[in-house]
Nanobody
Framework: QVQLVESGGGLVQAGGSLRLSCAVS????????LGWYRQAPGKQRDLVAR???????NYADSVKGRFTVSRDNAKNTVYLQMNSLKPEDTAVYYC??????????????WGQGTQVTVSS
């Protein structure tokens, strides 16, 4: 079983920063893409940022230049550094992992979500 455990959410004033972490644990062959998504109340879950196993990144237009996704493959952990936060960044942030199992099947896993609230 693969588990994703997120940390780092909280309440911050507009213009502030937060850093989210997501650790992947369990039995698997490899971790492929890692990503962060967010869901605001009454809205769909949207991509924030993703990073491939080789380090290629892509971002939602709304966070480009403010957020940075990175990963530590030795620790099976993905990070999201969020700077210049805006009230519209308020949402539950979910970690996502594309994992290849020991039987070489690929599956998607989600973290439990962490609340980020940005006050104006």
């Amino acid at each position: 079983q693969v588990q994703l455990v997120e940390s780092g959410g909280g309440l911050v004033q507009a213009g502030g920063s937060l850093r989210l972490s997501c650790a992947v644990s369990g039995r698997f062959f490899s971790i492929n893409d890692l990503g962060w998504y967010r869901q605001a109340p009454g809205k769909q879950r949207d991509l924030v940022a993703r990073i491939t196993s080789g380090g290629t990144t892509n971002y939602a237009d709304s966070v480009k230049g403010r957020f940075t996704v990175s990963r530590d493959n030795a620790k099976n952990t993905v990070y999201l550094q969020m700077n210049s936060l805006k009230p519209e960044d308020t949402a539950v942030y979910y970690c996502n992992a594309d994992v290849t199992s020991t039987y070489f099947y690929k599956s998607q896993y989600w973290g439990q979500g962490t609340q980020v609230t940005v006050s104006s």
